[in-house]
């Protein structure tokens, strides 16, 4: 392995891309030396649980718990998920636009480490592996997952550090390094098209090596990989791709009914769930968790001060027979016409705020534990609904959408709206559907759509003023953080 150091850079590369020692600190202790990682392909197992386990643990601070701190994040930055009170101020600065684009910020060097950090542990398996003893069926599930993870970590960085793909353009606007070896130095940032072609590159390479068999959720299969690529193709505007992948995807997934709908969000057993992570109950985080700040019930300060609520706009959109309707509150400062089930969850002294959720459901007040949800069948239907309209297959898209709002609504009347009205009913049923889960700042960037919080509940002393930003300002970009100037003498930050 690579190893150039200056005095200057020494530490800060450790901090971003790190070396191969600090690339399997997830693995647990108790597991296998790290001498012995690729020896075997039981052992090269241990290390790419080390990368499950890095998208639930606590990373800097509390409000750095893995991958459900980021979906958080991503939420706050819209216009869905609402703060209803400045609590112990966690995500107060995210959701006024001021943490992503300030390079000291504690939570950008999270973000960025934190998957590099996860494309780091998936090259060391990638270059390795082959060389293990074991069946060759496992070599494969190994490679394949890693491949996946590289593909989505680069997918996730792009995303939120570079401008928006733009279809059709020829994307060569900074985009992020890419990274394809173990190596402890910087690089310079690729183009967004030539990130775009790697991750391509890998997805496609992971779904080759990947089979519908799994130990557990949490873990990548052939759907997951599929389900990624769905993802990817519908931000570059590859309709029939995104359609495509997004059905094999959900092929063996089920719609939850009524009743899994209230159950909290929070099980990975759920049939409609195709990736998430499965956090045991003696793997407690406490305040650094998913459901620490965004579950009805959990008694941290930012819950009780803060219970995330719902705009009520799109709120307002939700038919009164959507079995959807119930996961929120509008009547929650209400004590006579409060959903008597807040009551239950909640102590005394939790906030009542209207329109509060009660979707993300934590293990107990006094538990934050609750599994995190990465991918849905539902997702994957809305996505090759959207990819089918966007492509101009209005009867094709419809009847998707058609077949997902019945189940969501069981007097939901068949849609009769073509073109861009169909594709408006398709992203509100995406915006209800995935409400909370990570999703918003990505499709606002996406379709290279406007931040409006107006006219709805957000609260001005939360927001700080914040209701609008136009479409495709510089602060759509998320600001590279300085340890990563000052270590890498060939990084560019984006324009402030």
């Known amino acids: 392995m690579k190893k ?49 386990r890095s998208l639930y643990i606590r990373w800097d601070s509390q409000g750095q718990p893995g991958e459900g701190g980021v979906m958080i994040m991503r939420e706050v930055l819209g216009e869905d998920v609402v703060m209803t009170g400045l609590a112990n101020n966690w995500f107060v600065s995210t959701t006024r636009w001021l943490t992503h684009r300030n390079e000291n910020a504690g939570d950008v060097r999270f973000v960025w480490r934190y998957y590099y950090r996860v494309i780091g542990n998936a090259n060391l398996l990638i270059a390795n592996i082959d060389n293990a003893e074991g069946p060759q069926a496992e070599k494969d599930e190994i490679k394949g997952q890693a491949l996946a993870y590289r ?63 799994r130990n557990a959720k949490s873990h990548l299969n052939i759907d997951v990989a599929k389900g990624i690529k769905a993802r990817i193709a519908l931000t570059q505007g590859n309709w029939n791709v995104a359609a495509s992948f997004a059905k094999q995807a959900r092929e063996d997934y089920s719609l939850m009914d009524e009743v899994q709908m209230y159950e909290g969000f929070n099980n990975v057993d759920n049939p409609e769930w195709i990736w998430g992570s499965r956090q045991i109950d003696d793997q ?66 939790f906030a009542k705020r209207d329109y509060m959720n009660r979707k993300f459901i934590a293990q107990g007040n006094a538990s934050s534990v609750g599994d995190v949800p990465y991918m849905r069948a539902s997702e994957m239907i809305l996505i090759e609904a959207e990819a089918l309209a966007r492509a101009g297959n209005d009867a094709e898209a419809a009847a998707v959408l058609n077949a997902f709002a019945s189940q969501r609504d069981p007097e939901y009347t ?36 406007p931040l409006d919080r107006t006219g709805s509940n957000h609260v001005d002393q939360v927001v700080s003023g914040k209701f609008t930003e136009p ?26």
């Not at 450790?14 to 990682?37: H, I, K, Q, R």
């Not at 759509?476 to 560019?492: G, K, R, S, Y």
């Open 151 to 213: 593909a989505w970590a680069h997918f996730n960085l792009v995303q939120l550090f570079a401008e928006r793909y733009q279809a059709g353009g020829g994307n060569s606007q900074l985009g992020v390094p890419i990274v394809l070896e173990p190596i402890t130095e910087g690089g310079a940032r690729n183009t967004v098209e030539e990130v775009y072609a790697q991750v391509n590159a890998d997805i496609d390479a992971a779904i080759a090596l990947l089979e519908k068999s």
């Open 284 to 349: 407690q985080t406490f305040f650094a968790s998913f459901f620490a700040y965004m579950s009805l019930n959990f008694s941290s300060t930012n819950i009780r001060g803060n219970p995330k609520a719902i705009n009520k706009l799109l709120y307002d959109k939700i038919t009164e027979t959507d079995i959807r309707k119930n996961l929120w509150d509008p009547n929650a400062s209400k004590p006579a016409l409060r959903d008597p089930f807040i009551d239950q969850l909640t102590l005394s002294n």
């Open 414 to 449: 068949a849609t009769s709206n073509t073109g861009a009205a169909l594709i408006e009913e398709i992203m509100t049923q995406r915006r209800i559907e995935l409400w909370g889960e990570g999703f918003r700042f990505y499709d606002l960037k996406r379709l290279d759509l």
């Open 471 to 496: 479409a495709g300002t510089l602060n759509w970009q998320w600001q590279i953080p300085i340890d990563e100037l000052n270590a890498n003498d060939l990084m560019v930050q984006n324009p402030s």
């Open 4 to 52: 150039i150091w200056n005095k200057i850079a020494a530490l800060a590369l450790l901090l971003s891309f790190g070396c191969a020692e600090d690339y399997l600190d997830t693995v647990p202790t108790d597991a296998v030396s790290e001498s012995l990682v690729f020896t075997t392909t039981q052992n090269a197992m241990s290390a790419l649980n080390g990368i499950h």
